[in-house]
């Protein structure tokens, strides 16, 4: 049984930084699609930044050069490094993956489709 946890949401002023973290079980997340996302109420879930499978990187053009996503395979890990953080950024955050079986390396996915395992999202609050 796949699980994805996430940690480190909370409450931070504009500028200030969060990191947070995406602990998975029942997969290695090492060849996995790896992603995290973010929704507010009554839009629809964004993608937010994302490793492929052969740990290429992707980000939203809004988080790009403040967003840093990163894995730590040997922990099992998935990480979201967020600085400068924008009163925008406020947002339920969740990390998801998925897998093709016998697949190239291919680049990473910011389009929530193709994900199939999700965890339940931790709150992200930017405050100005």
């Known amino acids: 049984q796949v699980q994805l946890v996430e940690s480190g949401g909370g409450s931070v002023q504009a500028g200030g930084s969060l990191r947070l973290s995406c602990a998975a079980s029942?997969?290695?997340?090492?060849?996995?699609?790896m992603g995290w996302f973010r929704q507010t109420p009554g839009k629809e879930r964004e993608g937010v930044a994302a490793i492929g499978n052969c740990g290429s990187t992707n980000y939203a053009d809004s988080v790009k050069g403040r967003f840093t996503v990163t894995s730590d395979n040997a922990k099992n890990i998935l990480y979201l490094q967020m600085n400068s953080l924008k009163p925008e950024d406020t947002a339920v955050y969740y990390c998801?993956?998925?897998?093709?079986?016998?697949?190239?390396?291919?680049?990473?996915?910011?389009?929530?489709?193709?994900?199939?395992?999700w965890g339940q999202g931790t709150q992200v609050t930017v405050s100005s």
């Open positions: 998801a993956a998925f897998t093709v079986w016998g697949a190239i390396c291919s680049s990473a996915r910011l389009s929530p489709d193709p994900y199939k395992y």
């Open positions: 029942g997969v290695s997340i090492n060849g996995y699609f």
